[in-house]
């Protein structure tokens, strides 16, 4: 609902908008096989089975107020098992491989002032 609020409050006040970038469940890689799973198991054939990647989703409609937006993800649950658990913990997060994902997100960005 916060996304929405926010989105509706730049809309009524035509803030100027080049898209939202959503960061979600960023920071478990695992390199073992078999740790990454899908909710369509052929998308195994593409990007395989483990967890030492992320992904950009992207809707090309559905979009709140019309704003170009997308997701940058490591898939949360499918591949995260102490997802909402009391096992979620910062001692479960690969830092290192977090920074670079932040660190090219930010020159990704900086092309595009």
Known sequence: MGSYIHAKYINDNKVLVK???C???LGYYSDKPNSQNYPVQFLSWFYGDKADYIMLVQR???GKFGYSAV???NTSFYRNKNYHENTDKFETLD???LALTVDE???TLKQYK
């Open 95 to 97: 830092v290192k491989r």
């Open 23 to 25: 960061l979600e469940m």
């Open 60 to 62: 090309y409609w559905n």
């Open 19 to 21: 898209g939202m970038i």
């Open 71 to 73: 997701m940058i993800t």
């Open 105 to 107: 997100l930010y020159l």
